[in-house]
């Protein structure tokens, strides 16, 4: 099993939402999170004074799917979320050690 | 508790209720009189209540207590760190139930207690006498209103009849249609907002019970006197007996540009100098929080505005609509201008930019709204907001004060500039001069004047030095007394914790 961390823009997250499920991938976990690669900040002003703000808004995707399905949500994701331009964001991948359904307790791929 | 903190505390209410305590012995020395007297400047003439005139008072009231909360707390709010965000709301609610206490005891009678012009009737002699002995007109005889006497209708028994005390403007002695428990209120209003608009300036770092303790002394020591001076027939009122020599006159303040916005301004700037910088200013970020907040704050500014402006007509006739109307149109240039010059400057035209002009434009009006005419006041919208915005810009950057909210380059700048403004553009046209004996003056530059100006800027003189002076002396003392600030730790952890044991945003 695999995990996928994607950080994504905002306004991509129901573009990469829909793809993902059109394919076949049954559920997902968002957060809405903060960071910077090399789009880097931009800057705010109130009053006068500048802000420097590094930290920009992005989304954050968790999706849990077994081996076979890697590459497939690797190209949608890739597909659905691009724009070319810098701060397009990131996707990382794990190895994941087991899933458990708190429900009925099943474990593995059947949990997913 | 700690033995310490319990005497902390006992020391604290001690200090709060200590003027309390002066006033009753004011009162004590007092003799009862004999029989009570109703005071008439002239005898006969039974004062009437305009229904009309006193529901506008009431709602006045009602949208001037709505400017501190949730007006000033949401505009205020809004602009400091989320972790201080119950702190400055804390401050506006505390001052309009603490403020309120102090009024209702004996703040309304050092306003505005009556001045020694004023007779009263004896009941069954019928003899007229001056009964209230002078106070030079620096301070309001307190005694006359001690505790609300005087103020509430009462039911006369051997009348059948309730007796009713219309308050007298004190500069020409005039019945007001209104009762003086109506005046009383919506002056109560004015007494709550102007400490809480210093709140601006000592945001996100003063010790809460340091704050309750500066602002009784405030409040009691510098405005009380000052409300008297301009408004309650002192030195500095248009018009009055003790307006002369220096005071060349008296001011004109239709709705408290100096009484409320330079003396708190300034005070502001004092309060901002003493308590020194927050730590990391300058260094780290200190962006607005939540500038939704602070939109609907500066909305309910605008709104509540036309209470603070229309409602010092005192009445709901012509100086209302005019009053209402010069407010409205100043406000409405000044958050043009500013957000217009921020457009020019850099780039893009900014919501928090919006709500300073156009709060700046209100205050700018404020000492003018009943003098001027529309399109001066436009003129003045313009005018402030280019002042405000340089003094909120660059000024403040250049000398580096810390005015967390400016508090004073909003209220202390537009506030002086509206009062010297006034003087410019003063006219006896618009009407807000009805005192006997004067409706005939001119008044500013325009109408071909100097002498308004020249009690303008004395007024402006003297406000900025009693505010300042009154304002470091208590600091000085508080801080002896109790410390400015809270400690660096409680500082960095924000006051809504260290303060309250309180968070402003909990979601989870």
Known sequence: MKKVEAIIRHFKLDDVKQALTERGISGMTVSEVRGFGRQKGHTEMYRGTEYEVDFVPKIKIEIVIPDSKLQMVLDTIMGAAQTGQVGDGKMFVYDLTDAIRIRTGESGADAI | ?508
Request: charge should be neutral.
């Open chain 2, 1 to 508: 508790m700690s033995p310490t903190r319990i005497v902390r505390s006992i020391l604290w209410v001690a200090v709060m209720f200590s003027a309390f305590g002066a006033a009753s012995v004011l009162r004590a020395a007092e003799e009862a009189p004999a029989n009570p007297t109703i005071p008439a400047t002239t005898p006969g003439a039974a004062p009437k209540v305009d229904s009309g005139d006193n529901a506008w008072m009431l709602v006045s009231s009602a949208l001037v207590l709505m400017m501190t909360g949730p007006g000033l707390a949401l505009f205020y709010s809004g602009l400091v760190r989320k972790k201080n965000v119950l702190s400055v709301m804390m401050q506006c609610l505390f001052l309009m139930c603490l403020m309120t206490v102090i009024w209702a005891l004996y703040g309304f009678g050092l306003s505005f207690g009556r001045d020694p012009r004023f007779m009263v009737v004896d009941k069954e002699t019928k003899k007229e006498s001056p009964a209230y002995q002078s106070w030079f007109g620096y301070i309001g005889d307190a005694k006359y209103y001690l505790f609300m006497d005087h103020v509430a209708p009462t039911w006369d028994e051997s009348a059948q009849t309730s007796v009713m005390d219309n308050f007298r403007s004190p500069v020409d002695g005039a019945a007001m249609t209104v009762p003086t428990a109506s005046f009383m209120l919506f002056q109560c209003m004015f007494f709550i907002i102007t400490p809480a608009l210093i709140c601006g300036a000592f945001a996100e770092r003063m010790k809460f019970s340091t704050m309750v303790v500066f602002m009784i002394l405030w409040g009691t020591l510098i405005y009380c006197p000052l409300a008297h001076w301009v408004w309650g027939g002192g030195v500095l009122s248009y018009g009055s007996k003790y307006a002369k020599g220096i005071f060349s006159g008296g001011a004109l303040d239709f709705a408290g540009g100096t009484v409320v916005h330079i003396s708190s301004g300034v005070s502001a700037l004092i309060c901002a100098l003493m308590l020194g910088k927050r730590l990391g200013y300058g260094k780290t970020a200190m962006p607005p929080h939540n500038l939704t907040y602070t939109a609907i704050g500066a909305a309910m500014l605008w709104v509540g505005w036309f209470g603070f402006n229309a409602g010092s007509a005192g009445n709901a006739g012509a100086l209302a609509s005019g009053a209402f109307m010069v407010t409205h149109f100043c406000a409405a240039a000044g958050g043009l201008t500013w957000a217009g010059l921020e457009w020019i400057f850099r780039g893009k035209p900014s919501v928090l930019g919006a709500c300073s002009g156009l709060v700046a434009g209100l205050v700018c009006i404020t000492p003018a709204s009943g003098f001027v005419t529309p399109m001066y006041a436009l003129a003045m919208g313009v005018a402030v907001a280019c002042v405000c915005y340089t003094a909120c810009t660059l000024v403040k950057a250049y000398f580096g004060y810390d005015d967390s909210l400016d508090a004073f380059g909003i209220h202390g700048v537009g506030g002086t500039l509206g009062a010297l403004l006034t003087g410019v553009f003063a006219t006896r046209v618009a009407g807000g001069v009805t005192l006997e004996g004067h409706t005939a003056d001119k008044l500013g530059l325009i109408d071909g004047s100097t002498s308004v100006m020249w009690a303008q800027i004395v007024a402006v003189i003297i406000t900025w030095i009693l505010a300042a002076v009154g304002t470091f002396i208590i600091l000085k003392i508080l801080d002896a007394v109790m410390g400015l600030r809270v400690s660096r730790e409680a500082e960095m952890e924000g006051l809504d914790v260290s303060q309250h044991d309180e968070e402003g945003y909990i979601f989870i």
